[in-house]
């Protein structure tokens, strides 16, 4: 048996560290007089993308100055040692799992076993590049919406690499063209072997031609306070406003013809108004289109763009899905499922309404009802509404129905009569109205042999 002296097993138990990578579990050595052993308690951000450079932060306890940072085996980068609880640093490249945070000091470590984990970013994708269009000897500077940019991305235009690369964001480069034949090409951003392509998404034309108008966007929003975008009610009057640039004329010097296929517009230039109509079927939807013209010479040159709002008669279609739920109700041979059909499945009240409609259908039989037109109706979106006794509940609308029912207790035969206003909350989503909370504050009856209420 050979006897080893204490420094030859230290030195083999950092060796032990250092080649443990990613898959470390040497127990900490003892700590030699004069050092101290760190301790590794905790890193945050826990994870990041496999292509490295996420800032982290490593909490434990002895930190020294002289302190290295490893994740999966491989160093990390930019190592601060803040104090001796604290250190700050960029992580690595690493492959997507669990790999351990080891901080070293003077032959001494400590380790946190799969403290931090690498996952696969999803790939890039590319929606928009304004401008679409420049001249074919490159220098256009052009700037790229979409999604997951990171540093280092490659941007190809027509298989050209851009310069000036810069991601402002993780939704936005900026970018110069660089030269490329006159045609239709495909903008591509490549990050770290992953790519997105906006398909036929920029034209280089010949120098010295003049390039089509760009309109970047067209804002619909409707006066009422809090509503959604491209939203309108019958009758109303909504702005209209487009974002507009050309490269050689000022927005002032172009011509804009708005149209719709409904509705008029009024007023001109890149803000204008929208009326909508007194009297049609809603929900529907109507196209606003916008047409800009640049003269040219003896010529001209346009860009269109369209957009689609959402037309509602508002408290007509609030008033009908209120009194046809309670009129569904009210029919003791309808599934409950069926009742809550047009209540929103993001409201709570959904499920609550289900469990109301399916407690009804089991202890009482609706033998008849009187169910009113409801009044009043009002809409404001996000105002909620006031339920007396009840508080307010969150919505965009709200109606009131007067109900009666008489019905009869399935086990006992007990006849019963419940009567008073309903209060109904109404919400806006997904270009419809939704019933979201049905309230009954009155009070009413109860079943003699469950406990369980007529309506609640």
Same mark, same amino acid.
């Given at each position: 048996?050979t ?14 560290c250092?080649?443990c ?12 007089s ?20 996420? #800032? ?18 491989? *160093? ?5 040692? *803040? ?19 080891? !901080?070293?000091?003077n ?13 696969? %970013?999803?790939?890039p ?5 304004? %401008? ?31 310069? #000036? ?21 495909? !903008? ?6 992953q ?61 804009f013809?708005?149209?719709?296929d409904?509705?008029?517009?009024s ?24 047409? @800009?013209?640049? *003269?040219?010479? #003896? ?15 508002s ?11 309670l ?9 409950p499922?069926?009742? @809550?059909?047009?209540?929103?499945? $993001? ?7 289900? #469990?109301?409609?399916t ?39 709200? *109606? ?12 006992? $035969? ?43």
């Amino acid at each position: 048996m050979t006897i080893r002296a204490p420094s030859a097993v230290l030195a083999l138990a950092v060796a032990a560290c250092a080649a443990c990578g990613s898959d470390a579990t040497t127990r900490n050595p003892t700590s030699p007089s004069g050092n101290v052993t760190p301790t590794v308690t905790a890193i945050a951000p826990a994870t990041g993308t496999t292509f490295g450079g996420t #800032s982290i932060t490593v909490n434990g306890l002895n930190f020294s100055t002289t302190a290295t940072l490893t994740i999966g085996g491989t *160093a990390a980068t930019g190592v601060v040692v *803040a104090n001796s609880t604290s250190i700050t640093a960029t992580t690595p490249p690493h492959a997507a799992g669990a790999a351990d945070v080891v !901080v070293t000091q003077n032959g001494l470590f400590g380790l946190l076993a799969g403290g931090f984990t690498y996952y696969t %970013p999803p790939p890039p994708t590319v929606t928009r590049i304004f %401008p679409a269009a420049g001249t074919s000897a490159g220098g256009t500077a052009v700037t790229l919406t979409g999604t997951n940019f990171t540093p280092g991305v490659l941007v190809m235009i027509g298989g050209v690499p851009a310069t #000036s690369v810069v991601v402002v964001s993780p939704t936005s480069i900026t970018a110069v063209t660089g030269a490329h034949a006159v045609g239709v090409v495909d !903008v591509v951003v490549n990050v770290v072997g992953q790519s997105g392509t906006l398909a036929r998404g920029f034209t280089y034309v010949s120098p010295g031609q003049n390039l089509l108008p760009v309109i970047n966007s067209i804002t619909v929003q409707s006066s009422q306070t809090s509503a959604p975008s491209n939203f309108a009610d019958l009758a109303e009057s909504v702005p209209v406003s487009a974002s507009v640039s050309d490269a050689e004329t000022p927005v002032s010097q172009l011509t804009f013809a708005w149209s719709a296929d409904a509705g008029t517009f009024s007023g001109t230039g890149p803000s204008v108004t929208w009326q909508a109509p007194a009297t049609a079927s809603t929900p529907r939807s109507v196209a606003l289109t916008l047409r @800009v013209i640049e *003269a040219v010479g #003896s010529t001209t040159q346009s860009a269109t763009m369209t957009v689609t709002l959402s037309l509602h008669d508002s408290k007509t279609e609030i008033s009908t899905l209120s009194r046809q739920f309670l009129l569904d109700f009210s029919n003791s041979s309808l599934a409950p499922s069926y009742v @809550v059909r047009d209540f929103y499945d $993001g409201c709570p009240g959904k499920a609550e309404e289900l #469990s109301d409609v399916t407690t009804n259908r089991r202890d009482f039989l609706i033998t008849s009802s009187t169910i009113g037109i409801p009044s009043p109706v009002s809409v404001a979106f996000k105002a909620g509404c006031v339920v007396p006794g009840r508080g307010s509940r969150d919505g965009d609308g709200c *109606a009131v129905v007067q109900c009666e029912w008489h019905d009869k207790d399935r086990i006992t $035969g007990t006849l019963g009569t419940s009567m008073g206003p309903d209060y109904l909350t109404v919400v806006y989503r997904g270009d419809r109205w939704w019933l979201c909370n049905s309230d009954f504050p009155s009070g009413t009856h109860t079943s003699p042999v469950t406990g369980a209420s007529f309506i609640r």
